[in-house]
């Protein structure tokens, strides 16, 4: 039996740290369900398994890898490996993404593992670095200083991510996440799905089939939901006029904006900011459960 050693892990609902730095025999870490858990891999060999039965995943560096949950999982480092891992609690990871469609686009992409080529010179770097160094040095702010950090890096592994699923082409899930890019750009332009069809070279109805098995809405549901979302923060978030709000999401008639938003959430643009201010004058908003 190779000589393992097992580090604590931590009770608290922040992100762990633990640093993997060339050991002379192997380490194991248990990944808690319940959190998500990124590894940075420099250098040395990586094996992921969830129990004795399970095959066993092998990774070497430099390498990025994400486990979306844990599971109870065992993470091996082989002998000189070096690296760095994060331990996410759920209430942190939700914490750290931002609450706008990119957010949203961000919680489904790192909903699923990934294992990703590493550039040790690249974006991710530094917001790693500054998040330990935070973690180590414990200063005051320390706690604002690496929720930040964690946001970056979550932003950037997102990146990383949407890349290597665009990369892949005709596959249905890169489909869905190229249009998903898309629409994020120009939702506002009120384009009809066909236009987004052909952007892809894909059929309509390939388009739509790729789409709603990835995100649970057809296309065009799919793009309503994008201006919903930015008229509510807009509504809830600023004092902006509502025929302004309006021409801000692309709508060229206020009074079809209207017509709209009474169809989706059930009350004209008015009455919803009345009834929000009624509601949540003690509370902050987001809307990150927003349907």
């Not at 990944?31 to 990124?38: E, K």
């Not at 092998?58 to 990025?64: C, D, L, S, T, V």
């Amino acid at each position: 039996m190779p000589n393992t050693h097992r580090p604590s892990r931590p009770s608290r609902p922040t992100p762990g740290l633990y640093l993997i730095k060339s050991p002379l025999s192997r380490v194991a870490y248990t990944l808690p369900a319940g959190a998500a858990h990124l590894l940075w891999l420099e250098y040395g060999a990586v094996h992921l398994r969830r129990n004795v039965a399970e095959a066993t995943s092998e990774h070497a560096g430099p390498r990025i890898v994400w486990c979306a949950d844990g599971g109870g999982r065992e993470l091996v480092a082989e002998v000189g490996t070096r690296g760095t891992l994060l331990s996410i609690p759920a209430s942190a990871l939700f914490q750290a993404m931002p609450t706008t469609p990119i957010g949203e686009q961000m919680q489904r992409t790192l909903s699923q593992d990934l294992d990703l080529a590493a550039d040790l010179s690249g974006a991710m770097a530094r917001p790693l670095q500054g998040f330990t160094r935070e973690r180590q040095i414990g200063e005051p702010g320390a706690d604002i200083a690496t929720s930040t950090y964690l946001t970056l890096l979550l932003l950037h592994l997102w990146r990383l991510a949407r890349k290597d699923i665009v990369n892949l082409g005709g596959a249905p899930q890169g489909l869905s996440e190229r249009f998903i890019v898309l629409a994020a750009q120009r939702a506002r332009d009120h384009r009809p799905v066909e236009d987004y069809a052909r952007d892809l070279n894909v059929s309509r109805d390939r388009l739509g089939s790729a789409v709603k098995r990835a995100t649970g809405l057809s296309p065009r549901g799919y793009l309503h939901r994008l201006l919903l979302r930015d008229a509510i923060e807009l509504l809830t978030n600023t004092g902006m006029p509502i025929s302004q709000i309006a021409f801000r999401l692309g709508f060229a008639d206020p009074a079809y904006f209207t017509r709209f938003f009474k169809r989706e959430v059930g009350q004209n643009p008015g009455a919803f900011r009345k009834s929000y201010d009624r509601k949540e004058t003690s509370k902050p908003s987001s809307f990150a459960a927003w349907p």
